[in-house]
């Protein structure tokens, strides 16, 4: 029995139309999720790789996208594009899609902890392999874990959170996503609760820890332009401004490559731009933003090759 995955893909529409598709197309949908992106990508597409890492989202890909035809689903990571479309025999794409959003699935399966709404084991592991979020939060130290929560969270109360973290589990090991919560919301000051859920950047900062998920990102968009064919597009969603950094800075580095100083009236690098921005980086409509709250920090940002 496929258990319910219930995914709501953030700028839907903005994003099937970014990818330009057509019917002689191949395209890779690296964060394939629940399918929502994928199964619409697919009818417009003459192939479709949809990839996850997630061994729960392969199963209901399998199940929601089969009988399409012409769609191959791969459980592997999107950072190993290269190897993934070398294997298929694919020489090149015309489009790449990541989501890098947690799915709505993830989020609300309890057993996963990824969210501080509800009490599960400190797990946070896409792939449900290797390192958790226990292991972080137990065995850190604690400027590591101020390091870490600062750098990927961008909390202010970093150190404070580090501090408290370390004096609980020296009475016993984090467990649970509650137990970290409440240690969270006994270093926030009272004055600063009222803004949004105190361990909204803490999760999120533990989480890119866990599953190296920068790491992963600034080597995958290099690899992903290499695989791209001419006139084909690499469409990025994010999910936090330090996601978000990195593809912007990328996509501008591909536009503009020159590095001849700037006081040089001609370029004689010989650097010319590797492609183009067809569009400025899309947010969701205050119509989207009212349905699903979980789109709210969401841009999207395309990239075409020349």
């Known amino acids: ?11 839907f529409d903005e994003t099937i139309k970014s990818l330009n598709l ?28 949809a990839v996850d890492q997630d061994p729960d ?37 015309d489009g790449m899609l990541l989501d890098l959003g947690v799915s709505s699935f993830q989020l609300d399966n309890g057993d996963r902890g990824f969210s501080f709404h509800q009490n599960a084991p400190l797990d946070m592991r896409m792939s449900k392999s290797g390192m958790s979020a226990a292991d972080v939060v137990n065995n850190y130290s604690e400027n590591e874990l101020a390091n870490v929560i600062f750098k990927y969270g961008e909390e202010k109360f970093s150190r404070r959170i580090a501090k408290n973290i370390v004096l609980a589990r020296q009475d016993k090991p984090i467990e649970t996503t509650f137990e970290l919560v409440d240690i969270i919301k006994a270093s926030y000051p009272k004055a600063k609760m009222r803004d949004s859920h105190p361990a909204r950047k803490t999760f999120q900062a533990i989480r890119i820890e866990v599953n190296g998920e920068l790491d992963k990102l600034s080597k995958t968009l290099d690899d992903a332009l290499d695989c791209l064919n001419s006139g084909g597009r690499l469409s990025i969603i994010t999910f936090h401004s330090l996601e978000d950094r990195i593809v912007k800075e990328k996509f501008a580095k591909w536009c503009n490559p020159c590095t001849c100083p700037k006081e ?14 067809p569009f400025k980086a899309v947010a969701p409509s205050k119509e989207e933003l009212e349905e699903n709250p979980r789109a709210r920090s969401s841009r999207l940002r395309t990239f075409e090759k020349f």
Do not use: W
Request: proline share 2%.
């Open 1 to 11: 029995m496929i258990m319910e995955f219930v995914h709501k893909s953030v700028l």
């Open 22 to 49: 057509d019917k002689t197309k191949i395209f890779l949908d690296g964060t394939a999720g629940g399918g929502g992106h994928s199964r619409e990508i697919a009818k417009n597409a003459k192939r479709l790789i």
């Open 57 to 93: 989202a392969i199963k209901v890909l399998h199940e929601r996208l089969d009988s399409l035809g012409n769609v191959t689903v791969v459980q592997n990571n999107f950072e190993n594009v290269k190897s993934i479309l070398s294997d298929l025999g694919i020489d090149g794409i």
């Open 264 to 277: 040089f009236p001609v370029c004689v690098c010989g650097k010319k731009p590797l492609g183009k921005l």
